[in-house]
């Protein structure tokens, strides 16, 4: 069975941190690159981190870099997004899922961040 799960968001302050934690099945999970992406209002999904099957690698967009750590537990098929410094730019919906991830793939409901000024 698919499964995607993601959970950790919330309405934050400015400078604040959260931590998103996502739960995958393992056909998603196994041997796979995961990521976390997200999608603000108005704007297309974009993947913000990544992180390799062996934890060994991992890859940040300029605008989180610095910001946010992705890391995984293959043990508990879990990815998890560590977020701090906190802007209204972060404000978005996040997912996680193998990547690369196509529109046309399964995803989770995602997990809603807000960030207020």
């Known amino acids: 069975q698919v499964q995607l799960v993601e959970s950790g968001g919330g309405l934050v302050q400015a400078g604040g941190s959260l931590r998103l934690s996502c739960v995958a099945s393992g056909n998603i999970f196994s041997w796979n690159t995961m990521g976390w992406y997200r999608r603000a209002p108005g704007k297309q999904r974009e993947l913000v981190a990544s992180i390799s099957s062996g934890g060994t690698t991992t890859t940040y967009a300029d605008s989180v870099k610095g910001r946010f750590t992705i890391s995984r537990d293959n043990a508990k098929n879990r990815v998890y997004l560590e977020m701090n410094s906190l802007n209204s730019e972060d404000t978005a919906v996040y997912y996680c899922?193998?990547?690369?991830?196509?529109?046309?793939?399964?995803w989770g409901q995602g997990t809603q961040v807000t960030v207020s000024s």
């Open positions: 899922n193998k990547v690369p991830s196509r529109v046309s793939d399964y």
